[in-house]
């Protein structure tokens, strides 16, 4: 358990500076220096490249991870060969990305889509050395590498805006940061993990592809999922891009809460439920258990928490000379993202479980239906709702990825009988965010926010050590 604390505590920190530095770009500096409709514009460049390379991953990484950490000995071979199929697949990627770009945006878009689609391929090759990282479970590498990069996009984005060099030139300090990472990544694993020499292997590539082409399509679906909310919104909204400066806000508010979820989850718990699962199978319920358990314990609070304060989060972040109509719009969104945020940290937890354990054609049409029914809620919701409609779509997907994310673990990996502590755990949390919740919307119009979220977190971090959750021990030590 001690090692589980440890790596979630590197990785959730490293994240949090990054998102934090994010915030200060995209929500601090962006909306003082530009309009809506130009940072809008680099909401969607975002979106569109971050959705398109998901085909350089092809679904490789969690089975990469998977395999190096039951065979440590052949990192370097596994990693190698994962690199051959990356680079093939980087030059397919960044050629969609391109034509698509030029086909759908204005040329300031495609330019900045050039940019961040050349960062993306740097990133996701760096990617491959993280995993290496995690399947050696020492995460404190990738930290050290998140926050260089996070780092150098902060200090050369920052001054770019500062100095009036515009978003062009923002785009161009998210590609220069990724260098970094994937230099010090490429270090980190030639001189403290294995040498980089390998040996091509068509044995290798096969085991690899069989695993991942089923979770490639559930991972387009997921990416689909969670990108395609902001192409179709500077589509069908009648605000066009204005639209998504707005919702692009509020998202990155809460995206930088959803980094523990994938700290904890996707990056210490993941080898240790694949090795449970392989090797010591009456250990995985409890690994499971302490999971989900964490999941509920933070999720709901910053649900509740986030959606009662947002407006207030909303006029501090947000520069005065916004009006309250823009102001009003973009707390709107954020009520309901806070409540999506909250969601993504148990369904986080189940696309963990699905992929550790090797559930391939589960999670594909897990994540095909979710998305199918997101695009569907987009298509309907956002010409009513505008951008709060694409919000709605969002909160109503994660619930149904939800129920039947956990309805199918519990018939076909773990019983409900095995995880008895989950439901305490929900009744607790449960209650004590409500008490919360109704102890926020009484204070905050006596008290500052700067006051309300440290009394907030104090109020139920020591509700839940009272009422012994701190003390539930990981029960596969």
């Known amino acids: 358990m001690n090692r589980i604390f440890k790596n979630t505590s590197s990785l959730f920190s490293a994240h949090l500076i990054g998102r934090l ?29 971050n959705l398109v390379a998901i085909l350089t991953e092809l679904g490789i990484q969690n089975p990469l991870i998977r ?59 760096a990617q491959l050395y993280r995993c290496v990282f995690r399947a050696h479970e020492e995460m404190k590498y990738e930290a050290l590498t998140v926050i260089a990069e996070r780092g150098t996009f902060l200090l050369i984005g920052a001054g770019a805006i500062l100095f009036g060099y515009g978003l062009v030139a923002v785009c161009q300090a998210g590609l220069i940061a ?60 009648p605000d066009g891009v204005d639209a998504n400066a707005w919702y692009g806000l509020a998202y990155m508010i809460v995206n930088a809460f959803t980094i ?42 910053l649900a509740v928490g986030l959606s009662i304060l947002s407006p207030e989060i909303t006029t501090v972040l947000l520069p005065p000379a916004h009006t309250p109509d823009v102001l009003n719009k973009v707390a709107k969104a954020l009520q309901w993202l806070s409540w999506a945020g909250g969601l993504i940290f148990v369904t986080t937890a189940i696309l963990a479980v699905l992929r ?26 956002i010409p009513r709702f505008n951008h709060v409609g694409a919000a709605i779509a969002m909160v109503m997907s994660e619930a149904f990825l939800l129920i039947f994310g956990i309805g199918y673990i519990s018939r076909n990996i773990v019983k409900f009988r095995e995880t ?53 021990r990981l029960r596969f030590d």
């Open 21 to 49: 530095g994010s915030l200060v770009i995209t929500v601090w500096l962006m909306p003082r220096y530009f309009l809506e409709s130009e940072y809008g514009g680099y909401f969607v460049a975002i979106a569109l490249t």
């Open 67 to 125: 395999e190096m950490t039951l065979h440590l000995q052949q990192t370097r071979h596994y990693l190698g060969n994962a690199l051959i199929v990356r680079c093939i697949l980087s030059i397919i990627a960044y050629g969609i990305m391109i034509i698509s770009g030029i086909y759908l945006y204005t040329p300031i878009i495609v330019e900045m889509i050039v940019f961040l689609g050349l960062a993306e391929i740097v990133n996701s090759l």
């Open 178 to 237: 990724s260098c970094i990472n994937l230099i010090l990544s490429v270090g980190f694993t030639r001189y403290r993990f294995t040498p980089l020499r390998f040996r091509p292997s068509r044995e290798i590539v096969t085991v690899l592809m069989q695993q991942a082409l089923p979770f490639a399509i559930g991972n387009l679906f997921n990416l689909l999922y969670f990108r395609v909310d902001a192409i179709l919104l500077s589509k069908l909204s």
């Open 260 to 301: 523990l979820p994938g700290a904890f989850m996707m990056g210490a718990m993941f080898p240790v439920l694949s090795r449970a699962y392989e090797r010591e199978k009456g250990r995985f319920p409890g690994a499971y258990t302490f999971g989900m358990r964490w999941m509920v314990l933070s999720g709901l609070p």
């Open 356 to 381: 550790a354990t090797d559930k391939r054609r589960a999670f594909s049409v897990l994540m095909g239906t979710t998305a199918l029914l997101n695009i569907c809620l987009n298509l309907y919701l």
């Open 420 to 472: 008895p502590l989950i439901f305490p755990t929900l009744l607790k949390a449960g209650i004590l965010s409500g008490v919360m919740g109704i102890g926020l919307t009484v204070l905050k119009g006596f008290l500052p926010i700067w006051v309300l979220i440290p009394l907030g977190v104090l109020f139920y971090g020591g509700g839940i050590a009272i009422l012994g959750e701190f003390r539930a």
